[in-house]
């Protein structure tokens, strides 16, 4: 069965580095997410990306963040000066379509990339 | 003021019992997920649904579009359905999906 893949499955860096995750979504998909979840809370929405431009970003996706799909295959989210806020576990997912098509499509999840920040 | 609220929040149970967890959102929507946390926190998709009813094994999701409500139910619980179930609205005006906090079941054998 496909899935989303993602790399590395723990970073650990230091505050004001720049790092990017990177996601495997499933081959025929057509719409990309990050997500995020800070230890203990609830997950949160970070971008959506479709047709190799950001759909929807959210108040937490400020300049610090970027995402960029640099092939076919692969599509990466870079935090480009780490704060120690940012550590949380960071969720990738495709989809086939998005929820504003008629009928929804199911997001599929990636394994997650623990980021601590030090 | 969250848009979306499960209840409850911890929810403990013996081995067979019943299962019911509740989702109130109070945003318009196209579509409700509920997904399953497990413990190494892997994400899975449940259902995904925007009317009536769906059911896959012993695991059953309703939604009342009107009432702004979703229930997941589990019959006959089994201890390896331990997790965290979160319940996710996909907004009808953008393309978020706002999640609850979610969740945490324990299944005693």
């Known amino acids: 069965e496909p899935e989303v893949t993602q790399t590395p499955s723990h970073q650990v860096t230091q505050m004001g580095q720049e790092v990017i995750l990177r996601c495997v979504p499933i081959?025929?998909?057509?719409?990309f997410y990050w997500y995020r979840q800070i230890l203990g809370q609830k997950v949160e929405f970070l971008v959506s990306?479709?047709?190799?431009?950001?759909?929807?970003k959210s108040e937490i996706f400020d300049d610090q963040f970027s995402v960029e799909r640099p092939d076919g295959s692969n599509f990466t989210l870079k935090i480009r000066s780490t704060k120690l806020e940012d550590s949380a576990m960071y969720f990738c997912?495709?989809?086939?379509?998005?929820?504003?098509?008629?009928?929804?499509?199911?997001?599929?999840f990636g394994p997650g990339t623990r980021l601590t920040v030090t | 003021k969250n848009e979306v609220e499960q209840s409850p929040q911890n929810l403990t149970a013996q081995e067979g019992e019943f299962i019911t967890i509740n989702c109130s959102y109070s945003?318009?929507?196209?579509?409700l997920h509920w997904l399953q946390q497990h413990p190494g926190g892997g994400i899975v998709s449940l259902f995904m649904?925007?009317?009536?009813?769906k059911k896959h094994g012993r695991l059953i999701a309703t939604i009342n579009i009107q009432e702004k409500h979703s229930s997941l139910h589990i019959t006959a619980s089994h201890p390896r359905d331990s997790a965290v179930y979160i319940c996710?609205?996909?907004?009808?005006?953008?393309?978020?999906?706002?999640w609850g906090a979610g969740t945490k079941l324990i299944i005693k054998p």
């Open positions: 997912a495709s989809s086939e379509a998005s929820g504003k098509t008629i009928g929804s499509y199911e997001q599929y």
């Open positions: 081959s025929n998909h057509l719409y």
């Open positions: 990306f479709y047709n190799n431009e950001i759909s929807e």
């Open positions: 945003v318009g929507i196209s579509a």
């Open positions: 649904l925007s009317s009536g009813k």
């Open positions: 996710a609205v996909m907004g009808d005006s953008n393309y978020q999906l706002i």
